[in-house]
Antibody
Framework: EVQLVESGGGVVQPGGSLRLSCAASGFTLTSNYMSWVRQAPGKGLEWVSATFTDGRTFYADSVKGRFTVSRDNSRNTMYLQMNSLRGDDTAVYYC??????WGQGTLVTVSS | EIVLTQSPGTLSLSPGERATLSCRASQSVSSSLAWYLQKPGQAPRLLIYDASKRAPGIPARFSGSGSGTDFTLTISSLEPEDSAVYYCQQRSNWWTFGQGTKVEIK
């Protein structure tokens, strides 16, 4: 059974950093297309990043240069390193496999 | 960036009625369009991909149609559990979502 579990969310001050994790089970992370999507409180869905099986990763303009995706193959886990955080980065962050399977999300709050 | 505009904003219908949701793209996305539903506190769930293909496990009452810039999600006979926000997503040029249509069951 495919399972995705996000963690690492929390409260961080503007300008700070946070690293989110997406632990995968039931499949091999590197053999699948993975993405991060976020949802600000009460708002719609926003694509954040997409990682292909060859490792290429693309980012939304809103996070380019500040967010970085990486993978730990031994842990079958994907990470989203978020730097220079701003108030408009406050959201629930979801990881997804092939847009079909989704985690439960982790909340990031950027506030002083 | 391709902008997706969904209408109506809210749809309030009774069980058994037919729901028609619209998604219009600012430029052609061919058939690279998907639909999701999202219930409060839950992750999105894929319903339709490639404009008209049902995702695994999705009931037949959900159907998608359209190509180019105009797309429709139809729920043929509403069930109480269909109450949710529905999003369209284009996959033609990067990935963007519409703003959502809320479906309320009377």
């Amino acid at each position: 059974e495919v399972q995705l579990v996000e963690s690492g969310g929390g409260v961080v001050q503007p300008g700070g950093s946070l690293r989110l994790s997406c632990a995968a089970s039931g499949f091999t992370l590197t053999s699948n297309y993975m993405s991060w999507v976020r949802q600000a409180p009460g708002k719609g869905l926003e694509w954040v990043s997409a990682t292909f099986t060859d490792g290429r990763t693309f980012y939304a303009d809103s996070v380019k240069g500040r967010f970085t995706v990486s993978r730990d193959n031994s842990r079958n886990t994907m990470y989203l390193q978020m730097n220079s955080l701003r108030g408009d980065d406050t959201a629930v962050y979801y990881c997804s496999k092939d847009w079909v399977d989704w985690g439960q999300g982790t909340l990031v709050t950027v506030s002083s | 960036e391709i902008v997706l505009t969904q209408s109506p904003g809210t749809l309030s219908l009774s069980p058994g009625e037919r729901a028609t949701l619209s998604c219009r793209a600012s430029q052609s996305v061919s058939s690279s369009l998907a639909w999701y539903l999202q219930k409060p506190g839950q992750a999105p769930r894929l319903l339709i991909y490639d404009a008209s293909k049902r995702a695994p496990g999705i009931p037949a009452r959900f159907s998608g149609s359209g190509s180019g810039t105009d797309f429709t999600l139809t729920i043929s006979s509403l069930e109480p559990e269909d109450s949710a926000v529905y999003y369209c997503q284009q996959r033609s040029n990067w990935w963007t979502f519409g703003q959502g249509t809320k479906v309320e069951i009377k």
